[in-house]
């Protein structure tokens, strides 16, 4: 695999690393069309390969695929801004975990973490699959505990917005020119060795 002509364009690692980290970033815009349910499910297969502490697998995956009876129930959980890009999704997922072990109901102080490398596995798949895979914070996280009827002891994450890819000018205008990858802060600014530092 090599990097995409997009991301030559935008992005630049200052060491060497996998292509593929790189060419996964978290377009918006998105075609409608449904994908298959074999798809998604490598999406999910993808997801329930993540590490986590003491192999407990904390992630849970709520699902809706779009003109479903449930699209409604997870689209109306965002903010305008998100459902205003989102509303051309495939697939609308929120992304649980359980705060406590099943093995000894003891609290997992990992469980976040660990839900996030699931979540990362999901996201990598998708960019292999050339399908979007965008998460957000832009949703009301009590509603989403009421409306799903999520137990007390699972952490809501994230939601995660997934399609086909369209052309950007597909979005609303305001987002036409967010639609490219990012960069990153340097590592100058991310690690330390042996203590923190300012």
């Not at 993808?46 to 407990?56: E, K």
């Not at 009301?140 to 399609?163: Q, R, S």
Request: aromatic fraction near 10%.
């Amino acid at each position: 695999m090599t990097l995409t002509p997009e991301i030559q364009q935008h992005r630049k690692s200052t060491h060497d690393i996998a292509p593929y980290i790189l060419n996964r970033w978290s377009p918006r815009a998105m075609t409608g069309k449904p994908i298959k349910d074999e798809t998604l499910m490598s999406l999910f297969e993808a997801a329930r390969w993540a590490p986590s502490s003491y192999n407990a697998q904390p992630w849970r995956f709520i699902y809706a695929k779009r003109d479903t009876e449930h699209w409604n129930k997870l689209f109306n959980l965002m903010g305008e801004f998100n459902q205003s890009w989102t509303k051309s999704a495939a697939v609308i997922i929120i992304l649980i975990a359980r705060k406590n072990f099943e093995h000894n109901e003891k609290p997992s102080v990992t469980h976040m973490f660990d839900a996030g490398s699931a979540w990362e596995n999901l996201a990598l798949e998708a960019s292999h699959r050339n399908l979007v895979a965008h998460g957000m914070e832009g949703f009301d996280y009590a509603k989403a505990k009421t409306a799903l009827h999520i137990p007390d002891n699972f952490e809501v994450c994230a939601m995660i917005a997934i399609g086909e890819r369209a052309d950007l000018n597909t979005l609303p205008e305001n987002l036409q020119k967010m639609e490219v990858p990012s960069t990153r802060k340097p590592l100058s600014e991310i690690i330390m060795e042996g203590k923190f530092k300012k």
